[in-house]
Structures are given as structure tokens and as C-alpha cells.
């Protein structure tokens, strides 16, 4: 692995709480990109796009809250979030200073996955981390060519590298040699098993229908609401807690310009995605406000978690999925011909376009 600089001093990643994650690979998508998602079950309302500022070591974009960014990808095509794992048996007496690695540090320090991982096993090594409620985590690292799940305890972290298909989790382990550690109860267990499948079995379906995953199939798997007939579980991929959902679609030829974060910001029931291309240069003021998030809950606490989704946000999902495709096209050209600056231009108005028709559409 390239050697990276060793971090100190990183805060607490929390809020994190009953997440969904998956990574696809450019084998079974439609745009031959690579995906990190991550559906985001969290008791913060808050919600708001970010954007980094001007002094950051790397320019990134992500979704979080007040407490700091939850999920995020940068320039260089590197995508980054983190759920809750399990709780382990290893309680030994010592003492670790509440640190955690940060989304953002990842996002500001690294270029790869695989230096994402490298930072993460010095983190371990130099006995840095220490999660909440003796809890440990599982981290997603994933860019152009690769991804990784990191399965990690203060005292061992299990890493699962993946080039192809797609990858599940929720909040359970499943990476070899960590099994042994887990000492969680059943009901934790089964309630992230329940959400693995859901995740699972949509992903399968789509694969089914048209032998890729598509980005609104991708929509559609996030909103799913209820279990299978005569499951005992009932919490689905999609349930009260769901604050907010990410798609991180990482371009391989051009990751600075045209690689995407398809985000709600609120509920995902509630609100509808928008496109953030990575090299956006300002965002709307109702995406960082917290009226947008607002809006959503608002709508969430009147019609509830399974209100029927209205046909025209779908239609205007798949309206703006078309209309930004075709600007990444057109900016792809443009890319190629070595016109950098018209291709941000282009990326950056035609988002702008699309926030301003939701903004509307959801009467923010």
C-alpha cells in the first residue's frame, strides 16, 4: 500500500445508529461507474448538503448534520461512509482516548480506498480508536477501481476487498475473523438481517429486469418500507429513523468533474433526489439551511413513513435523471477536448436547474 500520513486527533464519528450501505461495481452498472451507497438511520432532523471550503486539502461534497459530514466522496473519486457494527467482547481495561476516523479526514487526506484503509489500520495499530457504547464500526472505502469494507473493533479490523457484483451491510459483521468478536442480541442481529435482504433481494430484481442497477432502481430500493409477507421484521431498508440517503456514482475517466452524489436531504419517503456534481460551486441556500430537510419532515410527521410517494416526484426524478445524463455527455465531450472549464460550467448550471425545479416541486 502507498504510504499516507499518519492522523491524530479526530473526532468522535457519532450518530451513525442502524445504517444500510452497499457498494455496486461498474460490472453491473448501467453507466459503468462504481456506486457507494448508504441509507442513513439516524435521530438528527437537520439535515443538509455540504460543500468543502476553500481551504481544504481536497474539495469533497456530502450529506450530514450539525454534529459533521455522514457520508461524502471527493475529487479524486474516493466515497466514504460508515455504519454502526456490533458490539464486541473485548472489554480489556484499557484506556483509548475517544477518537474515531471522521469522514472528513478521510475525504481531505486520502485519494484511494486503499490508503482510506492504510489510515485505518494505524488508527488500530497505534491504538487511536475507540467507538461509543463499546460498539464497533464498519467502514466503506470506495473509488474508481475498488472498493473496501472494513469491519473494525479498538483492538482488530478486518478488511474484505472487492473489485466486482455488489456488497451488503447493515450492522452486523460478516468479514472473516470477526464472528468471534460479536456478542450482540438477537434482536440486533435479525434487524440487520431483515435490512440486508431487502437490500439484497431489490438489488437481484433489478438485475433480473434488465441485467444492470440502474440509479433509480437504486431510488426505489431506498424508499422500500415494509417487509415480506409473514416476516417476523418489520423494520425494512426505508423506516422512522431513515434521516436521509446518499448514491456516490464515482466516474472513472473523470472523477473531479463528473462523479455524483444523488442525495435526499430528509426523509427519503419525503423528499426527492437531487444530483451534487463533485465540482459544484456553490450549492442552493435551502440545501444547507435546513429548510429542505424541514420540508420533508414536516411532510413526514402529517402523512406518515408509508404515504404513497407522489407520481409526480418520480416523474421528475427520472425527468432530471435524463436531462443531467445528458449533460454529463455533453460535458464528457468537452472533458475529452481538453475544456475543462466549459465542462463545470455546464455541470454546475444544469444542477442548478434541477434545484430550483425541486425546490418548487416540494413547495420549500
Known amino acids: 500500500m502507498k504510504k499516507i ?95 474515531a476516523p471522521t469522514i472528513q479526514e478521510c475525504l481531505e487526506t486520502c485519494d484511494t480506498a486503499e490508503q482510506c484503509v492504510e489510515y485505518l489500520l494505524n488508527i488500530i495499530k497505534n491504538k487511536l480508536y475507540c467507538h461509543r457504547e463499546n460498539r464497533g464500526m464498519i467502514y466503506f472505502f470506495c473509488d474508481r477501481n475498488e472498493g473496501y469494507i472494513c469491519e473494525i473493533t479498538p483492538y482488530f479490523c478486518s478488511v474484505q476487498r472487492y473489485t466486482n457484483g455488489y456488497a451488503v451491510r447493515a450492522n452486523i459483521w460478516q468479514n472473516p475473523g470477526m464472528y468471534q468478536l460479536s456478542r450482540s ?18 438489488l437481484n430484481k433489478a438485475i433480473d429486469r434488465h441485467s444492470k ?26 423506516f422512522r429513523a431513515t434521516n436521509s440517503t446518499a448514491s456516490f456514482e464515482i466516474d472513472k475517466q473523470h472523477p473531479d468533474v463528473l462523479s455524483t452524489m444523488y442525495t435526499t436531504i430528509g426523509h427519503p419517503r419525503h423528499t426527492v ?38 407520481a409526480e416526484w418520480t416523474k421528475f426524478e427520472k425527468d432530471s435523471m435524463v436531462k443531467y445524463n445528458k449533460a454529463k455527455d455533453e460535458a464528457r465531450k468537452l472533458l475529452d477536448a481538453g475544456k475543462r472549464a466549459e465542462a463545470v460550467k455546464l455541470m454546475n448550471s444544469t444542477a442548478e436547474k434541477i434545484w430550483k425545479d425541486a425546490e418548487k416541486l416540494l413547495n420549500i
Open 185 to 202: 442480541n438477537i434482536k440486533w442481529y435479525l434487524n440487520s438481517s431483515a435490512r440486508a435482504y431487502i437490500a439484497i433481494s431489490e
Open 213 to 238: 442497477i440502474t440509479l433509480t432502481d437504486i431510488f426505489a430500493l431506498t424508499r422500500h418500507c415494509t417487509m415480506p409477507e409473514n416476516s417476523p421484521q418489520k423494520r425494512s431498508v426505508c
Open 5 to 99: 500520513v499518519t492522523l491524530i486527533a479526530v473526532i468522535v464519528c457519532a450518530n451513525v445508529f442502524a445504517c444500510t450501505s452497499w457498494m455496486i461495481f461498474s460490472d453491473l452498472t448501467e453507466n459503468g461507474t462504481n456506486i457507494l451507497h448508504k441509507n442513513r438511520d439516524a435521530n438528527p432532523r437537520g439535515i443538509n448538503a455540504y460543500l468543502s471550503d476553500a481551504s481544504s486539502p481536497r474539495k469533497w461534497i456530502a450529506s450530514g448534520d450539525k454534529g459533521g459530514i455522514r457520508m461524502g466522496m471527493n475529487v479524486s473519486g474516493l466515497a466514504v461512509v460508515a455504519n454502526n457494527g456490533e458490539d464486541y467482547t473485548d472489554k480489556k481495561e484499557i484506556k483509548l482516548p475517544k477518537f
Open 273 to 310: 433526489y437531487v444530483p451534487v456534481p463533485v465540482c459544484v460551486e456553490k450549492l442552493h441556500p435551502a440545501m444547507t439551511d435546513l429548510r429542505w430537510s424541514a420540508a420533508a419532515w414536516k411532510r413526514f410527521d402529517e402523512l406518515k413513513l408509508e404515504a404513497p410517494i407522489p
